[in-house]
């Protein structure tokens, strides 16, 4: 077992970049299975979500090569299988996404439920809706989602979605996108990975238009051809390392970034105190780090996302005065972390969907447990604010959606280190 031992107090200088997006890595990685060719996707972060994903990928008989640190070749022409290793599955959430891809590929699919961060009950139902949609027969137990064609075969369909689920816009898009005919998804989810997983696809030969709206839609195409892609940075990525700043106190310029996509954390961030400067792909964030109280709901993008509310929530902890902080995605994700920052001297207070937050001068260091990953995110934040020494255990949730988390925040001028027992 891996943690960290953080001694802190130290502002935060200089400069960080930001990796390819995690939620997108782990969408367009799968999506390769539908591609009869090489990808080349650069900017994919090492992560231990991307490198159980690849795992899974060359088990199923796809060439994966590096050809630098973040460039990766795939080639899934001669799977065969349908059948991903449900060890490597249960690993991680999104090894849901090969539903999607097998289906469309193969047109059956027999997965095992996935695992992961576990912070809320984390239902596929709207995912299933989708696949029954196309005309997959559905057999569902515990265990497993077995998807064979259904009597009249899989073919495009309107899809009206219940909840605004990333996940299930992601599936539908990837089980159409060979299917004949056009499948429509609304209420569809307009994250920027979303974006980001259209334009691989359609870099790769497919037809989808309107992702980043509430209306996808995709016209069956025969087949898809290799290409190289880049992807996006990664949001949450960065809007942690712009609420450390915040809170630690700094000046540091966070670069590969798409500027619109921090709006939502950056205009938070900004009533709270911090200063931010935007260029054309970096963020320059000051903050002395005296922060003033402020109000946040959770929301689908473009709203303040649910995976920022861990670390705006060590803000609020610091801020002067008192801070609501109100989750509507994942109703229960507060519990993955407030009473470890109780146990660090913040004062929160649960109240059904929002916490209150009262905002105390100082955190002392202690001992705490990431219990999922931007629940651990938050605590190291704490720890850089904390009087003392803080000790974050459970780190193997942080390192499934941080890239060299050690490596950066040291050249920032954070005391972190990474301890292996
Ligand atoms: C994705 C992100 C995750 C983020 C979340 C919300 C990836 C790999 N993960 O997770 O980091 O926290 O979006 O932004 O991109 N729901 C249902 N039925 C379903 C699917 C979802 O009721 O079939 C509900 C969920 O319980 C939740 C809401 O819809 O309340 C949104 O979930 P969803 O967007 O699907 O989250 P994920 O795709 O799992």
Excluded: W
């Excluded at 599955?89 to 999104?94: D, L």
């Excluded at 996940?167 to 989810?189: K, R, S």
């Excluded at 700094?250 to 921090?262: A, S």
């Amino acid at each position: 077992m891996a943690r960290y031992e953080i001694c802190g107090g130290n502002p935060l200088q200089g400069s960080v970049t930001i990796s390819g997006a995690k939620n997108a890595a782990v969408a367009i990685l799968p999506a390769a299975l539908l591609v009869k060719g090489k990808c080349r996707v650069e900017n994919v972060p090492d992560i231990s979500d991307v490198r159980i994903l690849l795992d899974i990928l060359a088990d199923l008989g796809a060439d994966i090569r590096y050809e630098a640190p973040g460039v990766v070749l795939l080639d899934c022409t001669n799977i065969v299988s349908t059948h991903p290793n449900p060890e490597l599955v249960r690993k991680m959430r999104a090894s849901y996404y090969l539903m999607g891809a097998l289906l469309g590929r193969f047109h059956k699919a027999n997965v095992a439920l996935p695992g992961g961060c576990n912070f809320a009950s984390r239902p596929i139902d709207q995912h299933i809706k989708g696949f029954a949609a196309l005309g997959a027969d559905v057999d569902e137990n515990e265990d497993y989602v077995n998807l064979t064609p259904g009597p009249g075969g899989l073919q495009g369909n309107r899809i009206s979605l219940d909840v605004v689920s990333v996940g299930a816009t992601v599936n539908i898009m990837l089980a159409a996108v060979l299917l004949p005919g056009q499948t429509v998804i609304e209420n569809a989810a307009k994250e920027p990975h979303i974006v980001d997983l259209a334009n691989f696809l359609n870099t790769m030969g497919a037809h989808i238009s309107g992702a980043g709206t509430d209306t996808v839609k995709i016209r069956g195409v025969e087949s898809l051809q290799g290409g190289t892609y880049g992807i996006i940075p990664d949001q949450i990525e960065a809007g942690t390392y712009l609420a450390a700043v915040a809170a630690a106190g700094g000046n540091v310029l966070v670069r590969n970034v798409i500027p619109k996509h921090m709006e939502c954390i950056t205009s938070k961030l900004e009533e709270m105190g911090a200063k931010f400067i935007n260029y054309d792909d970096a963020i320059r964030v000051q903050s002395d780090g005296r922060l003033q109280h402020t109000t946040v709901k959770t929301r689908p993008y473009p709203g303040f996302p649910t995976d920022m509310q861990a670390q705006i929530c060590v803000c609020m902890a610091l801020a002067e005065g008192i801070s609501r902080l109100t989750e509507s995605v994942y109703e229960t994700r507060f519990f993955g972390y407030c009473t470890e920052l109780a146990s660090m001297g913040a004062d929160i207070l649960i109240n059904g969907k929002t916490a209150i937050v009262t905002g105390q001068k100082q955190l002392k260091g202690a001992t705490v447990r990431a219990h999922d990953l931007r629940a651990g995110a938050a605590l190291v934040i704490a720890g850089l604010v904390a009087e003392g020494t803080t000790r974050v255990e459970n780190i193997h949730f942080i390192e499934r959606g941080y890239e060299r988390l050690v490596e950066k925040l040291t050249a920032l001028g954070a005391d972190i280190r990474r301890i292996e027992d």
